[in-house]
């Protein structure tokens, strides 16, 4: 139980998080999730956690506590160094607030993770799946609706959340589409002619008629596609090609990348086009692009070979 003084801090360091960094729904709820439980396990472990100003008493003892009954749980390090960061940041806040000594909480050191490289699709496979997924639904219109997002994630590295919040508002798709990204950020985005032709293609088959305010891609009933189908569709036409787990809706995101660095792509038009909020976001790609070129060179190189 989080005494009240403590929840309405952590109420108002939430609010700033969504109105002054943008953060989405989704990170303000990890976010809630993370401080709720370094709270509680705090309040239990000192024996009562009053106020905000208590956050000062707290050791780097009580954070090594707190660490190991959460590896104690099987978390992740990856997952346990994104707790900490929640809490140094809520501490951060608190200080700024009454300024209090929080240098035990700053001090306490993340557990080293190694960072997971994404795992794209090679050119052949990406071009099968886009041949192959309008097969996995038996309705014709809503095969050439699968193909029209899968294409648009590929095309145009969409994440499957962008693709889905298309309205008709947006069609015919025009040669640059405004995207609102993670944290409400902007972006514009080159469509290729491939993909405006996949959405034209679906929007003259598609039985329910189209609105402004209605959503561009619909499920078999007229409502809004979702998310859910867009997975299982990948997930059969994967299984139909062999491709690993990995071959997922986001691995076409990953791809469009991962293609366009190995093609030349400038490293800060890729980031500006996926949206990242910071360059190293978009870095681990160019990893990944040195890993597949030692993959091809211990291959081919006859040295590597013999």
């Not at 709820?29 to 956050?55: E, I, K, V």
């Not at 707190?66 to 990856?78: E, N, P, T, Y």
């Not at 329910?208 to 499920?219: E, G, I, K, T, V």
């Not at 400038?266 to 040195?290: F, N, P």
């Amino acid at each position: 139980m989080i005494a009240p003084a403590l929840g309405d801090a952590l109420t108002r360091f939430l609010q700033r998080k969504q109105s002054l960094d943008g953060a989405s729904a989704n990170t303000i709820a990890a976010y809630a999730t993370d401080l709720r439980g370094f709270l509680g396990f705090m309040a239990q472990h000192l024996g009562g956690l009053d106020s905000p100003r208590a956050l000062g008493g707290i050791t780097q003892s009580d954070m090594r506590a707190w660490m190991a009954d959460a590896r104690g749980q099987d978390l992740s390090a990856r997952a346990l160094a994104r707790k900490l960061s929640a809490v140094r940041g809520f501490a951060r806040f608190i200080a700024d607030d009454t300024g209090i000594d929080i240098s035990a909480i700053l001090a306490t050191r993340a557990p080293k993770h190694a960072r997971a490289l994404p795992r794209p699709l090679s050119a052949a496979d990406a071009r099968e799946v886009l041949d192959r997924v309008a097969l996995q639904t038996c309705a014709e219109w809503a095969g050439l609706r699968d193909m029209a997002v899968v294409t648009l994630l590929y095309g145009c590295g969409l994440r499957v959340s962008e693709a889905l919040s298309l309205t008709g508002r947006d069609a015919p798709l025009p040669e640059v589409l405004r995207i609102s990204g993670k944290g409400g950020r902007e972006r514009l985005v080159p469509v290729l002619p491939v993909a405006r032709r996949a959405v034209d293609a679906y929007l003259r088959a598609c039985p329910h008629a189209q609105a402004p305010d209605l959503p561009l891609f619909r499920a078999m009933r007229g409502g809004a596609l979702d998310r859910r189908h867009v997975a299982r569709v990948m997930e059969a036409t994967r299984l139909q090609l062999g491709l690993p787990a990995s071959a997922t809706p986001h691995a076409l995101r990953h791809s469009f990348a991962t293609h366009l660095l190995a093609k030349g792509g400038d490293l800060r038009a890729i980031q500006e086009l996926l949206g990242h909020a910071s360059l190293r976001s978009t870095q681990v790609y160019t990893a990944v692009d040195t890993t597949r070129l030692m993959d091809v060179y211990e291959r081919a190189h006859p040295r590597a070979r013999g």
